[in-house]
């Protein structure tokens, strides 16, 4: 069960050194001649969060989180929310508007003065009141955390650190419904039935089209199966898929999966699942079935999945589902063959298309582009929209590095015309999304960290940017107008507007531990926040649209203060 | 003569179960001679009319091709298809209606199976090479599956024939799907299992040399096994165990060359038809007395076939376009009782007959012939000629007699081509070299209608065919490795609608499950794959990977979904 406990805020004003209350700090050491504690690096870096309009600061040692709040004049405000005692781990929910904090509670020994807490799950939203959710059904904290997209679920299993219990069941998991209040959520524990694999990823589908209606899955892949959990109804057990031949000693391990959710009421489009594996040249490809008895009433789950297995002819570095001329397809890229294979779900058929370099990523940029064009450039002959994907993170080798875009939408009819390379030298090691309103826009971060592209998907331009510094981190605006360019623990930032693609830096005298854009309320353009891991932690806040100097402010001991 | 020119031809299982004939002309004699008697017919009422191909003088024409049943049905029961693998020593078994794959443990290696004809139950036998074993496997409407294990089955047993009734079993070895065989070695050793009894009991006897075929009175009082040394009758009548009750020679001679006969066996196991390559004598033996008649044609006899129930034989002297309707529902016939016909103007060497016993389907793949004949049986039997547009090579009628299935020839003859199948069978012409071999090319023709025959081109030369109890649908296969091309093709009728489906890896048999309404098309793959056709909606669906597919556990059902012994919630 779980208990509500309704974090109390506490929010405050810091002052910049430019404020006029700054005095305490200043009469200890004057804005020009500050105290050596003002420079000192903090134990442990706390983890921080960009919530969109808030910096979330998790403060491990005062067991709550600091939201960091932007305003006009580049104001800082900080809120304290408190969260449960013996913070094991945070993460924001995939769409980045929502911090988990799971805390591992606390057991009162005789003498005690600390009480007993349980452990606990906070969950804390922009804008919205936190909640915290209390797990009462477990007495050893779970440190793992696994998030759902749609913000339905959560799932804890046995972490890592010294923090977790001396005996643990690796197949042990919490599913909590965070989208019930915490008066009436339930924690449910539930031990996954093993054949002896340890959960490696979770996966929350959206609803796929099942047998049985529409219903989400939690799919863990664990070193040597699938487990399929109907978050729908966790009352049943899972469903077990190993991968695994009975009468083979060489364990197959799942790498990754891809999801088709399919289209409810379409006996043809029903949903599937695509799984590569990371020491076998087989793809698998799963689909849905209605478990039922003689009397065709619904037995079990009421659904199993249905096995097809795929030799592609190498193992496969990536793969992802999408729609083509011929209709939805598996694409499974394999670099030691230089070629991606596609594979009908349905039939098992396969098509394989030459590739120009041994691409090992694949995005699917459909949806940034709106649509693709088909076979003649134009129209196309599929029944539906076709899909154009990004092929990347190929090899160092010259001329096999960069990125390629492929067209789904010609691959049948005519595959080896449907790669279009793109002349980046660099070894692309991550393609980051860039949101709206400039979502045709990818930026492309290289392997050797001395350069960035911006990848115009439209007209597939791709914009060098060149770094004079090998250690450099990337994070595009969540608003979507720039990159923001630095050098942790460095005195660099820059800037990269998409607009105009012209860097500018930021004038920056503390080390750097992490820069985010958040917005600001209405009518304010959004500010940059550069966070310092000295002092108690510190920011110096610019507004991201002027980048203006003299209008930045710095501040420090923003953990400082009050406690929760 | 038993070929599959360069492919193997299969048939459906719910197509295919007609009584007990033996069709034991699976004979191996590639090297028999390859003319035909062209003399004019001695006996009968009919008239040996002259037929102009023959009549021109050329070469003698090579011996007809009967390509329509070379090859056991694919194993399927009503519900589900089953496929064992001898390296897991599991047989996996498929629902067709779920597409759910199951395993159970069988003996070791098990390697052949076949299905056992049941009303309450699907139910197969599965023969366990390397322990000498049987397994018994029913899987009962619920979903509930029994096994049972007989033991000590004479060794080297490489084929099971199963009663209609389902009581009996009889594992034997055939010698034509052992490589070079020991000349010494006469495979004399059967099998008779007997289902009736918990736990099934079972009987090792002795019968002639070199079994060819095996076969039941349909009142499961006799087994026959087609022997070189004639019939060897066994009755399962009796109290006790079976035992061979005698060996009814085929022939006068008893040096004669068996491999030249193609033995037919009535379904209430009375009469034995014997047809020997070049002869003009049609041999009927009674099996219960031994007696010995002969019935003599016009010419040189091609092909003999008897009907679904046996009462009739039709027997054809292409030389002379000879069809003779022979009565055997009062034993040995009187030849004042055959009706002799002649199909003037068209060369016929063989003879199919449909299920409904009055449709005969005539036609000749010795030569590049793009005719068919319809012949209806009756008091005043009627034919007529339906034109093709491909030479013929092998004719298949639908169930309900309304349709048949013609596939098509080069043009001209080739030259002799054996291929080894999958299933570690060779297909083997049992008469003669092969003519013609398979064009790319097939035939929907409408029998009940007079209407045009739709002809499909295909990629490569069709494989195999499977046709629905009903008729109405009908999957033909389609599988060159060397090009790589492979796929089935399912016709409907009476729309004559033919729909192509690719697959995956080489076809390896094609068959129904009429109780799901699906189609299925094994095919090669390491894992085991199947490919289903909805029958209604042409939706196909593949499964690959049986053994991974049946140990999928779904926990919440409360007892193992996939393999047998395996775990349980």
Redesign the interface.
Request: glycine letters at 4%.
């Given at each position: 069960m779980t208990r509500t406990i309704r974090a109390t805020p506490t929010i405050r004003t810091i002052r910049s050194c430019r404020g006029r209350l700054f005095w305490v700090l200043a009469l200890l050491a004057g804005c020009g001649g500050r105290a050596p504690f003002w420079s000192s690096p903090i134990a442990t870096p706390p983890p921080t969060f960009n919530l969109g309009d808030q910096i979330a600061v998790v403060d491990t040692g005062a067991d709550r989180v600091v939201l960091l709040t932007a305003g006009a004049n580049q104001s800082l405000t900080t809120t304290a929310i408190p969260v449960g005692v013996n913070i094991l781990n945070a993460a924001t929910s995939p769409d980045g508007k929502t911090l988990f904090v799971v805390s591992g509670g606390h057991r009162a020994q005789l003498g005690d003065d600390q009480p007993s807490e349980w452990p606990s799950i906070t969950v804390i939203t922009s804008g919205a009141q936190s909640a915290r959710y209390d797990l009462e059904n477990i007495t050893d904290p779970l440190a793992g955390l696994a998030i759902d997209p749609a913000g339905h679920w959560v799932v804890l299993y046995p972490g890592s650190g010294t923090n977790q219990p001396f005996v643990e069941n690796p197949n042990e998991l919490v599913i909590l419904d965070v989208s019930q209040s915490p008066d009436t959520a339930v924690a449910i524990s539930h031990t996954l039935?093993s054949?002896g694999g340890h959960p490696q990823r979770f996966t929350f589908t959206p609803p796929l089209a099942l047998p049985i209606g529409l219903h989400p899955l939690l799919i863990v892949e664990s070193d040597q199966d699938l487990s399929l959990l109907n978050l729908d109804d966790l009352s049943?057990?899972?469903?077990?898929?190993?991968?695994?031949?009975?009468?083979d000693t060489h364990l197959l391990s799942p790498a990754g999966l891809a999801v088709y959710p399919g289209v409810q009421g379409d006996?043809?489009k029903g949903a599937a699942i695509g799984v590569r594996l990371a020491n076998d040249d087989d793809v698998?490809a799963l689909?849905f079935?209605?478990?039922?008895?003689?009397n065709g009433n619904s037995?079990?789950?009421g659904f199993?999945?249905?096995?097809?297995?795929?030799n592609v002819g190498g193992v496969a570095s990536d793969l992802a589902f999408v729609h083509t001329d011929g209709g939805l397809r598996l694409a499974a890229l394999v670099p030691s063959r230089n070629k991606a294979t596609l594979i009908?779900p349905?039939?098992?058929?396969?098509q394989d298309v030459a590739l120009p370099a041994p691409y090992q990523s694949l995005s699917v940029v459909t949806g940034a582009l709106g649509s693709a064009a088909g076979c003649d450039g134009g129209t196309t002959s599929a029944t539906g929209p076709t899909d154009v994907a990004l092929l990347w993170n190929g090899t160092s080798v010259a001329g096999q590095a960069g990125v390629a875009f492929w067209e789904l939408g010609q691959a049948g009819c005519q595959p080896y015309r449907s790669i279009d390379t793109i002349g980046v030298t660099d070894d692309v090691a991550q393609v980051l999304d860039v949101p709206t309103p400039n979502a045709t826009l990818k930026v492309l971060q290289t392997r050797g960290g001395d350069a960035f592209y911006i990848l115009n998907l439209s007209n597939r331009t791709a914009a060098p940017l060149e770094i004079s510094s090998s250690n450099v981190a990337l994070t595009v605006s969540p608003l979507g107008d720039q990159v923001w360019t630095y050098v942790p623990y460095g005195l660099t930032v820059f800037a990269t507007d998409f607009a105009h693609e012209l860097p500018r830096s930021l004038l920056i005298e503390r080390p750097v531990s992490g820069v985010y854009e958040i917005a600001r309320p209405s009518g304010l353009s959004p500010a940059v926040v550069v966070l310092h891991d000295e002092g108690g932690v510190g920011a110096t806040v610019y507004d991201a649209a002027t980048l203006e100097d003299t209008t930045r402010r710095l501040y420090a001991g923003l953990l400082l203060g009050e406690g929760p | 003569m038993k070929l599959i020119l360069g492919a193997a031809l299969l048939l459906s299982a719910t197509a295919s179960c007609a009584g007990a004939s033996a069709d034991a002309s699976g004979g191996s004699n590639p090297t028999s001679t390859t003319g035909t008697g062209a003399g004019p017919g001695s006996g009968g009422t009919g008239t040996g009319g002259s037929n102009g191909a023959t009549d021109a003088g050329g070469p003698p024409l090579p011996p007809e091709m009967e390509v329509e049943s070379s090859y056991e049905v694919p194993v399927a029961t009503g519900s589900y298809i089953w496929v064992a693998n001898p390296d897991s020593g599991r047989v996996a078994y498929v629902a067709g209606a779920t597409l759910q794959v199951h395993t159970v443990e069988a003996g070791n290696a098990p390697t052949y199976i076949s299905a056992i004809p049941s009303a309450t139950d699907d139910a197969v036998v599965v023969l366990n090479v390397l322990s000498d074993d049987a397994t018994i496997l029913r899987v009962a409407a619920g979903g509930q599956l029994t096994k049972s294990t007989v033991s000590g089955i004479a060794a080297g047993a490489n084929a099971l024939t199963v009663s209609p009734s389902g009581r009996w079993i009889t594992a034997w070895t055939d010698a034509r799907s052992i490589a070079s065989p020991n000349p010494l070695q006469g495979y004399q050793a059967i099998t008779l299992i007997d289902l009736a009894v918990t736990p099934p009991s079972k009987a090792i006897l002795s019968v002639g040399f070199r079994p060819v075929e095996v076969a039941y009175a349909a009142d499961d009082s006799a087994a026959f096994a087609v022997t070189e040394d004639g019939v060897s009758v066994v009755n399962l009548a009796q109290a006790g165990a079976p035992r061979v009750s005698g060996n009814v020679p085929l022939a006068d001679d008893p040096t004669e060359d068996a491999d030249t006969r193609d033995v037919s066996i009535t379904p209430n196991g009375r009469l034995a038809v014997v047809r020997r390559e070049g002869s003009a004598s049609l041999g009927i033996v009674d099996l219960t007395t031994g007696t010995r008649g002969s019935l003599a044609l016009s010419g040189a006899i091609t092909d003999v076939d008897l009907t679904a129930d046996g009462n009739s034989a039709v027997a054809v002297v292409r030389d002379t376009a000879e069809v003779a309707v022979i009565p055997l529902s009062s034993g040995i016939p009187d030849p004042t009782t055959i009706q002799h016909l002649t199909i003037s103007g068209e060369i016929i060497g063989s003879a199919s007959i449909a299920a409904d016993g009055r449709t005969v389907l005539l036609y000749t793949n010795a030569v590049a012939a793009q005719r068919l004949t319809v012949l209806t049986l009756g008091t005043t039997p009627s034919y007529r000629v339906v034109k093709l547009h491909a030479p013929v090579l092998a004719v298949f009628a639908t169930a309900d007699a309304s349709n048949a299935i013609v596939f098509h020839s080069e043009s001209a003859p080739a030259a002799s081509t054996t291929t080894a199948v999958d299933g570690g069978r060779t297909a083997t012409p049992d008469a003669g070299l092969p003519s013609q071999t398979a064009t790319n090319a097939f035939s929907l023709v409408p029998l009940a209608a007079d209407l045009p025959a739709l002809i499909e081109e295909t990629d490569v030369p069709p494989q195999a065919l499977a046709m629905t109890p009903a008729g109405d649908r009908v999957l033909i296969t389609e599988r060159d490795d060397a090009k790589k091309i492979y796929g089935v093709y399912v016709g409907q009728f009476p729309s004559m609608e033919i729909q192509k489906i690719v697959l995956a890896s080489p076809p390896i048999a094609v068959g129904v499950l009429a109780a799901a309404n699906e189609g299925y098309v094994a095919q090669k793959n390491a894992e085991g794959r199947i490919t289903f056709v909805a029958l209604d909606s042409g939706q196909a669906r593949t499964l690959t990977g049986f053994e991974i597919g049946a140990s999928v556990v779904d926990w919440a059902q409360g007892s193992t979904n996939g393999a047998d012994g395996g775990v349980s919630p």
């Open positions: 039935m054949f049943k057990p899972e469903i077990t898929v190993p991968l695994t031949n009975g009468s006996a043809t698998v689909q079935v209605a478990n039922a008895d003689a037995i079990g789950n199993l999945p249905t096995v097809n297995l795929n009908n349905v039939t098992s058929l396969t | -």
